[in-house]
């Protein structure tokens, strides 16, 4: 039995017998081609289904990656100086995002992030900060907004070609620690 063994018969063979335990083999053989048969169907429908899923994931990260580099800065000249810039993610989609922006006729103000990670999640991330940094661009409270914290790099402000510019992080809400 331990060598695969399935079934035995102890002489002298019953014809009766014989026949039943071969019919019994016989259809034990056909359940496990069936079992195979339909096992090979569900495995070529699977890499069927994965393929499309894979290719439609594939087209819907592809579109985000579009739309994410159509979110950023094109070139252009603000208060007499020329804004250019050139993206080249790590992976089709990233955390980073940067940007620019009049804060008033005499200031810009620049923006840079790295959401950590890779992927969508991170790019959705900083998609969401820097449209509500963009939101609220011309708003007074953008300086005490909690949008801007500690853990956020500085804003840095370009008053006029004559002006020297200035760097800092804007003051912050010490009372809250998250981005909302």
């Known amino acids: 039995m331990k060598a695969g063994v399935n079934d035995f018969m102890i002489k002298p063979v019953d014809p009766g017998e014989l026949q039943v335990r071969v019919r019994a083999g016989e259809r034990v053989l056909r359940l496990e081609r069936e ?26 990260v592809s579109m985000a990656a579009i739309v994410q580099k159509s979110l950023l800065p094109k070139p252009r000249v603000l208060r007499g100086f020329t804004f250019q810039s050139l993206y080249l993610p790590s992976n089709l989609l990233s955390g980073d995002m940067f940007g620019y922006f009049p804060l008033d006729e005499a200031h810009i103000a620049f923006f840079q992030m790295d959401v950590s990670g890779h992927g969508i999640s991170s790019e959705l991330i900083s998609f969401a900060f820097s449209k509500r940094l963009w939101q609220e661009r011309h708003s007074e409270c953008l300086a005490s907004t909690s949008l801007v914290n500690e853990h956020a790099l500085p804003i840095f402000c370009i008053p006029s070609r004559s002006s020297p510019i200035s760097i800092g992080n804007f003051p912050t809400n010490p009372k809250r620690s998250h981005i909302s």
């Open 35 to 60: 079992l195979d048969e339909r096992n090979a169907a569900l495995d070529r429908i699977n890499v069927e289904l994965l393929s499309r899923v894979y290719e439609t994931m594939k087209r819907d």
